[in-house]
């Protein structure tokens, strides 16, 4: 007589975000016929990263030519967009132009075009009458900036909607609110909080904000830790004498992993300006102090002091980013692209992300591209960071030891 307590799957997925649901959807690419178990600790999906994203499919400039994020998003972004287009779900065409918001970062838009060009993408320099027929209401501090045609925006819930309804036809098990799970790496088994096993084959972990924390049960990727950073919106509000039909961002600090604050304009009709990039209080803390993690809390300011006394970079976020949560921080940050722009324009929004953010307690740094460890008979991927939901079907072959490049 079969046991109900104990079940076997060929795959078992941690996490139910757009890693772990491309990962499962490409492996039934390779491998028709596998069983696949996804655990999520939530009650559905998209309460987190993949559910909170902005949408943009990133065209791939802004990334090491040598990083795994330059091997994956130029594929993903093409991938994703064709996916959503077969299965009908909104796509924005609309584009994005990269303005420097001060004169001494116009050098930076040729670094940006050569990166763009070797990792694929398709970039053009343009010049002030171009930019102001792309973006009236923008600024350009230098007469030049950056035209990326193939970035597009779509709407994150739908398209993890849709891919879990895909993942349902095909046969796999999803098991929600599943938070108390035990980890058993050495029998290839996992303990559910009702008591049942689930026996693998293998195990892949996708948990985004808790990722390195389940690694750490495996025996793996113990030198890392996840910092959170809160990324706060404000919305535009009807009415207000502003146009935005395309994504205008500011030239980044390319050895700091947040883009600035930009506008984008969404399949809703809504333009947000965001994110911010604030040391969050917790890997769920979307708001105020709800779910507040105190050791966490301090962990992160420990690091963040260490690394201040030590790092100019980390100097110039606390300087330029850290404090941007503030009205008038987050005015400014604004009004260095779209100068017009005043508080009454725009509305606090619910749109509020976070941003896992790994750092490598060992090397004192943030970890800047997409990290994936090994354990045993698992996989651990501890840092998939923006621009994760662009590149994800891309990534996921990318795990799997496949072409990047093939067909979704």
């Known amino acids: 007589m079969t046991d109900p307590t104990y079940k076997t799957t060929d795959i078992c997925i941690i996490g139910s975000g757009i890693v772990g649901l491309s990962l499962a959807y490409q492996l039934f690419k390779h491998q028709p016929g596998l069983s696949i178990s996804i655990i999520d600790k939530e009650s559905k999906i998209g309460c987190h990263s993949s559910g ?22 130029v594929a993903g972004a093409k991938r994703l967009k064709e996916w959503c287009e077969q299965e009908d779900l909104p796509v924005l065409k609309c584009g994005k132009v990269i303005t420097p918001q001060r004169v001494e970062l116009d050098s930076q838009l040729d670094v940006l075009f050569e990166r763009g060009k070797m990792n694929g993408a398709t970039v053009e320099l343009i010049d002030e009458k171009q930019f102001h027929e792309l973006v009236p209401d923008g600024r350009t501090a230098s007469g030049r900036a950056l035209w990326s045609p193939d970035t597009c925006v779509v709407k994150p819930i ?38 049942s096993k689930l026996s693998y084959g293998h195990l892949y972990n996708c948990a985004g904000l808790q990722a390195d924390r389940i690694a750490h049960k495996y025996g793996v990727g113990k030198s890392y830790t996840i910092l959170p950073f809160r990324g706060n919106y404000w919305q535009l509000k009807e009415g207000a004498p502003f146009n935005f039909e395309t994504n205008l961002y500011p030239v980044p600090d390319l ?10 304009p969404s399949v809703d009709g809504a333009v947000y ?19 507040l993690e105190v050791g966490m809390a301090l962990r992160f300011l420990h690091h963040m002091i260490h690394q201040f ?3 100019k970079i980390i100097r110039r976020y606390a300087n330029e980013q850290a404090f941007q949560w503030l009205p008038q921080n987050f005015l400014k940050a604004t009004q260095a692209i779209v100068p017009k722009l005043q508080l009454d324009h725009i509305k606090f929004s619910d749109k509020v992300g976070i941003r896992p953010q790994l750092y490598d307690k060992k ?28 590149a994800s079907f891309a990534f996921a072959d990318f795990i799997l030891g496949k072409n990047p490049e093939g067909v979704s």
């Open 309 to 311: 006394a030590r790092d």
């Open 363 to 390: 090397n004192y740094q943030l970890v800047q591209d997409f990290l994936t460890l090994e354990g045993p008979s698992s996989t651990h991927i501890i840092n998939a960071i923006s621009p994760a939901f662009t």
């Open 273 to 291: 300006f965001g994110p911010t990039a604030t040391p969050a209080l917790g890997r769920e803390n979307y708001r105020g102090m709800d779910k």
């Open 255 to 264: 050895e700091i992993p947040f883009l600035g604050v930009h506008a984008t």
């Open 52 to 73: 909170r994203n902005s949408g943009v499919l990133h065209a791939g400039i802004y990334y090491d030519p040598n990083s795994i994020k330059a091997k994956v998003s």
């Open 158 to 195: 739908l398209v993890i909607q849709k891919l879990r309804e895909r993942l349902l036809q095909q046969g796999v098990e999803f098991i929600f609110s599943e938070e108390k799970w035990k980890a058993f790496p050495d029998k290839k088994c996992i303990v559910l909080s009702n008591g």
